[in-house]
């Protein structure tokens, strides 16, 4: 049987949660994903992006796989250490790091490794575009 690490309660067959390793020097932040038989460890340079399904979180990561959790995405985002990630709309929470594209045209996208365009709220494109500016170097 599973516990969670914070309450010690166990968790049932259903239940899955997301619990967060905090990182030091030499070891990067991962998630502790707590499915029905097992605990899976994603370490947070590993996700491509979260989206949110209303009381669910879909977490896809650089392997193809997805884990289905049962916290919404404000609930996952907060325990996301990493300054690569940005909320870029209600629904998503992404891994600029894995960015293959910036997409311009209707109304602007993020082209992921998994071939998703993901959406881009109005409000926050010129917070995306001044993390690309500031991490990436742009050739003309």
């Given at each position: 049987?599973?516990?969670?690490?914070?309450?010690?309660?166990?968790?049932?067959?259903?239940?899955?949660?997301?619990?967060?390793?905090?990182?030091?020097?030499?070891?990067?932040?991962?998630?502790?994903?707590?499915?029905?038989?097992?605990?899976?460890?994603?370490?947070?340079?590993?996700?491509?992006?979260?989206?949110?399904?209303?009381?669910?979180?879909?977490?896809?990561?650089?392997?193809?796989?997805?884990?289905?959790?049962?916290?919404?995405?404000?609930?996952?985002?907060?325990?996301?250490?990493?300054?690569?990630?940005?909320?870029?709309?209600?629904?998503?929470?992404?891994?600029?790091d894995h960015?293959?594209k910036y997409?311009?045209?209707?109304?602007?996208?993020?082209?992921?490794p998994d071939?998703?365009?993901?959406?881009?709220?109005?409000?926050?494109?010129?917070?995306?575009?001044?993390?690309?500016?500031?991490?990436?170097?742009?050739?003309?």
């Open positions: 049987m599973v516990q969670d690490p914070t309450t010690k309660h166990p968790l049932s067959v259903q239940d899955v949660a997301v619990f967060h390793q905090e990182s030091t020097a030499d070891r990067p932040a991962k998630l502790v994903i707590a499915e029905k038989d097992d605990m899976v460890f994603v370490a947070e340079e590993d996700i491509l992006y979260i989206e949110g399904n209303g009381s669910y979180s879909n977490i896809v990561i650089k392997d193809g796989r997805k884990f289905i959790v049962s916290k919404n995405i404000k609930a996952v985002s907060e325990n996301i250490q990493g300054l690569q990630f940005m909320r870029t709309h209600k629904s998503y929470l992404v891994n600029l960015v293959k997409v311009k045209t209707d109304g602007g996208g993020l082209l992921m071939k998703k365009l993901l959406p881009i709220s109005r409000d926050k494109i010129s917070e995306v575009m001044k993390y690309f500016k500031k991490t990436f170097i742009f050739l003309q």
